[in-house]
């Protein structure tokens, strides 16, 4: 075997430590020789004397002291040439002091110290610079062979922090800036020029050779995002982008990871500003139980539930693998919080009875339903159980172990329900409201649309059919649904639980409906095909059950306005509390029976509205549309 060389024997740190030290060495003599140079007698600096000595152990001082060995001479920049003024002013100050102390300084010159840090700073910091400046050179001819040409749309702080680390990455090089500010035109950032704005694009990304475009915009909203996608999609590139800053913050996502614009990206509306204290003192130091705590809502409950700082929590939670899976994420970011997860059914009653005597919650979050419609239509026994049933077990449990706040997570299909789903959470919703008569809980409702991204929705549904090679499924031209992100929907929850006195039906501007059809269409071209083109949209027909449209309150629910500007409140509609029990004890001997039939009576004497859809669609002339100024609506 060879034996290693000297230079493979020496570690990179004791080589710069070698280099320092020497042309401290270097500075001090050439001081010195500079000082007395002039004089017309010379005097020589005698380089193995104390005073000499005495110098180079200062300065190894002040180098360790600043943190110079630290920084990589690959990545000098201006934190380090920091160290080293730093380094060597207080190495001249302190050598002064010393050779005070040691000789009065005699045989050596105070300019020397005004000449000699001038010189180290040179000596230290050129070298560093020198070498990056080379490692930098090396690496672009290596990007100009192997990586790709890249445009960075927004020349802000995003683009300029997303372009210093694209110089570490060897996949692409930064070939220029698109920013819509005439102000940065002809300027560089990091020596990458701004070479015009988004109107030019498509010109400019010809121009360059760019061979793919990265989206550095994170605070862009939904409107912005839209144009600057469809001026991307127009140059036939791929694109990128950086996340959103919420989705930053949050600790979903690092601020310059590189992802594909997703949905969300284009659907996602203008963040909702909450009232955050009031959250929080609603949760932090709290005991808490969710059910469905496993599921696309109730996970997104749970963690952020475990971020405001609450004591305990208790997962319900019925599916074996979402309760592991949720687990394994909570216990890993939140080591210290209490966590207890349960499997089970929360309306097996002693199962619920038990995850109550264990968690003695103060909040509680019943996210366990199920959601997909067409799917329960047929099905009403197993939607009346779990849907309405179990709300009333859980509600139970929550008086009898004095809860202080239930939250119910509710869905707009409950409003003037055409399908078997809406109507038994309608039923949860009635169930909630006489359950919070005359009790010490505050019983508080949340209706929202469709959640982007949720399981057994229809974004997960179009990108499996989409990378399959469609067609797209899509019931009808006209449909239209609200949507929000699953992390928006937890907050408008968590929200409501701080705003909530007892008995409310909250729900959230959620802003315009979306067509389907565009839906599908905009997450066609996201997938760099064109619709009709390259994957078809297939129009299947409205299912049983299903509305073109969805609404947010029903005409005698007289909604208003709240202290939150995004936060509406339906105005109870009166029940009977005998005819509600009286139904439901009927309806939960039918469910033991497994007599729809009888089922069916009991839904239909509680919802006297509500009419058995069999595919044509039946929306009421009445429907109410939500205004945006948030004022009380008549009947």
Request: charged share 20%.
């Given at each position: 075997m060879k034996p290693p060389s000297l230079a493979g024997r020496i570690h990179p740190r004791s080589a710069v430590v070698i280099h320092d030290l020497a042309v401290t060495l270097l500075a001090w003599w050439l001081a010195n020789t500079l000082r007395y140079a002039m004089l017309p007698y010379g005097q020589r600096l005698d380089l193995l004397s104390w005073q000499t000595l005495i110098v180079l152990g200062v300065q190894a001082a002040m180098f360790y002291w600043t943190g110079l060995y630290k920084g990589l001479w690959r990545f000098a920049?201006?934190?380090?040439?920091?160290?080293?003024?730093?380094?060597?002013?207080?190495?001249?100050?302190?050598?002064?002091?010393?050779l005070f102390l040691y000789n009065r300084m005699y045989g050596i010159s105070r300019s020397v110290l005004l000449i000699y840090p001038v010189l180290l700073a040179i000596f230290l910091g050129a070298p560093r610079l020198a070498y990056r400046y080379w490692k930098d050179s090396q690496l672009d001819l290596f990007h100009a062979k192997h990586s790709h040409r890249v445009l960075v749309i927004g020349a802000g702080r995003a683009g300029e922090a997303l372009v210093r680390d694209l110089r570490r990455d060897s996949r692409y090089v930064p070939a220029g800036f698109i920013d819509d500010d005439?102000?940065?035109?002809?300027?560089?950032?990091?020596?990458?020029?701004?070479?015009?704005?988004?109107?030019?694009?498509?010109?400019?990304?010809?121009?360059?050779?760019?061979?793919?475009?990265?989206?550095?915009?994170?605070?862009?909203?939904?409107?912005?995002?839209?144009?600057?996608?469809?001026?991307?999609?127009?140059?036939?590139?791929?694109?990128?982008?950086?996340?959103?800053?919420?989705d930053v913050v949050s600790g979903r996502a690092q601020f310059n990871e590189l992802k594909e614009v997703a949905i969300e990206d284009l659907l996602g509306r203008d963040p909702v500003k909450l009232e955050w204290n009031a959250i929080r003192r609603g949760l932090t130091g709290q005991r808490v139980l969710v059910t469905g705590g496993g599921g696309s809502i109730g996970s997104e409950l749970c963690r952020q539930i475990a971020r405001l700082g609450a004591s305990e929590l208790t997962i319900l939670e019925l599916s074996e693998y979402n309760l592991y899976r949720i687990e394994r994420e909570l216990r890993a970011q939140y080591p210290e919080l209490l966590l207890r997860c349960l499997i089970g059914d929360?309306?097996?009653?002693?199962?619920?009875?038990?995850?109550?005597?264990?968690?003695?919650?103060?909040?509680?979050?019943?996210?366990?339903?199920?959601?997909?419609?067409?799917?329960?239509?047929?099905?009403?026994?197993?939607?009346?159980?779990?849907?309405?049933?179990?709300?009333?077990?859980?509600?139970?449990?929550?008086?009898?172990?004095?809860?202080?706040?239930?939250?119910?997570?509710?869905?707009?299909?409950?409003?003037?329900?055409?399908?078997?789903?809406?109507?038994?959470?309608?039923?949860?919703?009635?169930?909630?409201?006489?359950?919070?008569?005359?009790?010490?809980?505050k019983f508080v409702t949340v209706r929202f649309g469709n959640v982007l991204d949720s399981a057994g929705s229809v974004v997960p549904l179009f990108r499996d059919q989409i990378a399959e090679g469609g067609p797209v499924t899509v019931t009808h031209p006209e449909i239209s649904r609200y949507f929000m992100t699953i992390p928006e929907a937890c907050q408008l929850i968590l929200q409501a639980m701080a705003m909530g006195k007892g008995g409310e039906t909250f729900a959230l501007d959620m802003g315009e409906p979306i067509r389907i059809r565009d839906l599908a269409e905009q997450m066609i071209r996201l997938a760099g095909k064109q619709p009709g083109r390259d994957i078809s949209i297939l129009y299947t027909g409205l299912r049983p059950g299903e509305k073109l449209f969805e609404e947010l309150f029903h005409p005698l629910e007289n909604y208003h306005g709240t202290s939150h500007p995004k936060i509406f409140e339906a105005a109870p509609r009166q029940q009977s509390a005998a005819l509600v029990a009286a139904q439901l004890a009927r309806a939960a001997e039918a469910v033991q029976r497994f007599d729809e039939e009888t089922l069916r009576h009991c839904v239909g004497a509680l919802l006297p509205a509500f009419r058995w859809e069999t595919g044509e669609p039946t929306q009421t002339a009445d429907v109410v549309p939500l205004q945006r100024g948030g004022g009380d609506t008549a009947a």
């Open positions: 920049s201006v934190p380090d040439l920091w160290n080293i003024l730093r380094a060597v002013v207080a190495g001249a100050v302190v050598i002064y002091l010393a005439t102000s940065l035109r002809g300027s560089r950032l990091h020596g990458v020029p701004v070479l015009g704005g988004t109107d030019r694009l498509e010109e400019l990304a010809r121009r360059v050779g760019a061979e793919m475009l990265l989206i550095a915009m994170p605070s862009a909203d939904k409107e912005e995002m839209r144009h600057v996608v469809s001026l991307c999609e127009a140059t036939g590139l791929p694109f990128r982008t950086v996340p959103r800053l919420d929360c309306g097996d009653a002693a199962a619920c009875a038990n995850a109550f005597a264990l968690a003695k919650p103060q909040r509680v979050f019943h996210a366990a339903a199920y959601k997909h419609v067409p799917l329960l239509q047929n099905q009403l026994r197993e939607a009346f159980r779990n849907n309405a049933l179990n709300t009333r077990t859980v509600a139970e449990q929550a008086v009898r172990y004095g809860v202080e706040s239930f939250v119910l997570i509710s869905t707009d299909k409950a409003v003037n329900p055409t399908s078997v789903m809406g109507a038994c959470k309608r039923v949860a919703e009635i169930i909630c409201q006489i359950t919070a008569e005359d009790r010490a809980t």
